[in-house]
């Protein structure tokens, strides 16, 4: 038998709860190399998939900036909470592709979900494990825009969410959106890859007077994400109007950088080396020795990755499936080089690591590649 179907707005919260689950995922273990060679077929082809998806799925690394970052807007979120009656500034979060944001943010939504159904089960009398089963109280609302999109279809993600009526007219469209967040007891919202709006051209005055309404919504803290959006809403419109709006929102915008790791210094350098024993921690290979990545392979790693994280979990998570494959499990210099990697850092790869191979081991700015 089964229960009643979802709506999508359902689906949209049960999707991000996953997400959320998937942070802490179930450690497979270590197992000898007898161990995996007695498994049936099945427990093997779950355990290939548990581990697999420990490593792809791991926690935030705090970094020095990642962890600066996250405690900055820990200590902004907790603010905002403490005066409720007041409107807020927009938390931004910005920087290329590929560093770290959207990680940073989901972890941060994660960490408030857990406290305000706390909070609120407190108040309440219940147990917490009772908010987190019913929809009435939704503290914390987490949208990734899927592509580009009008103020409008914004506001329609987020009623979807909230399993909220949407209104006709784009007026209506607001009002709904924040009637929904306010019954919901939302108190955070994230919207992620913030760039997708377009803050530009004749919506450019709509979607800068969309992240004001929010801004405005007292007891709401919201936090923008989004690819180099400090320098998007830096630059000037030629529109007068539009301009004043996106001068308005700036002056009430807490802005977080976030950029790839970088080497130039020994500091710099034992950091990443840092981060990959992390990594390596997470990986369930039966023949990997220690230090076969933060010691033998950090700087390929390095010139591979150009120190983002998202390629540089790309590039792990696919040797570590291409080590399980083939039967090596273990990740060497051949399984790294047929490991594919995202286009934009592939692009001068060959050239990076064949500098390394022949000693010719310079500073690398990712910045300015």
Not at 158 to 166: G, S
Not at 251 to 259: A, L, M, N, Y
Not at 333 to 361: H, N
Request: proline share 5%.
């Amino acid at each position: 038998m089964t229960g009643p179907a979802l709506s999508r707005g359902g689906k949209m919260r049960r999707e991000w709860m996953r997400d959320v689950a998937q942070m802490n995922a179930m450690d497979p273990g270590h197992v000898s190399a007898e161990d995996l060679a007695a498994m049936t077929p099945l427990e093997r082809r779950r355990f290939d998939r548990a581990r697999r998806r420990f490593l792809k799925a791991g926690p935030l690394i705090f970094t020095s900036l990642a962890n600066d970052v996250f405690e900055q807007l820990q200590v902004a979120i907790k603010a905002d909470e403490a005066g409720s009656s007041e409107s807020n500034d927009m938390l931004l979060l910005s920087g290329p592709a590929g560093v770290g944001k959207s990680k940073i943010a989901n972890t941060l939504a994660a960490w408030w979900y857990y406290e305000c159904i706390h909070f609120e089960a407190d108040d309440r009398g219940v147990d917490p494990q009772s908010l987190m089963e019913f929809p009435d109280f939704v503290p914390v609302v987490r949208i990734s825009l899927p592509g580009a999109v009008t103020p409008r279809e914004l506001f329609e993600l987020i009623c979807e969410f909230l399993d909220a009526p949407i209104g006709v007219t784009i007026t209506n469209l607001r009002r709904a959106a924040e009637h929904a967040l306010r019954e919901a007891g939302t108190r955070l919202l994230v919207i992620d890859e913030v760039q997708a709006l377009r803050f530009e051209g004749k919506s450019s005055r709509d979607t800068h007077n969309t992240l004001r309404h929010f801004v405005n919504m007292s007891g709401l803290t919201f936090v923008a994400v989004g690819h180099m959006m400090v320098e998007i809403l830096d630059k000037p419109l030629d529109d007068d109007q539009a301009d004043k709006t996106r001068v308005m929102l700036l002056e009430r915008t807490t802005s977080f950088q976030v950029g790839p790791l970088l080497h130039g210094t020994e500091e710099r350098w034992n950091e990443w080396v840092d981060v990959l024993e992390i990594l390596e921690e997470r990986f369930r290979l039966v023949a990997a020795e220690p230090g076969w990545l933060s010691d033998t392979h950090a700087a390929y790693v390095y010139q591979t990755t150009l120190g983002y994280f998202k390629p540089l979990i790309s590039l792990l998570s696919r040797a570590n499936a291409l080590a399980i494959d083939t039967g090596k499990e273990a990740v060497d210099r051949d399984i790294l080089d047929r490991s594919p990697i995202e286009r934009g850092k592939a692009v001068g790869r060959t050239r990076r690591v064949e500098m390394l191979d022949r000693g010719l081991w310079q500073f690398i700015d990712p910045r300015n590649i």
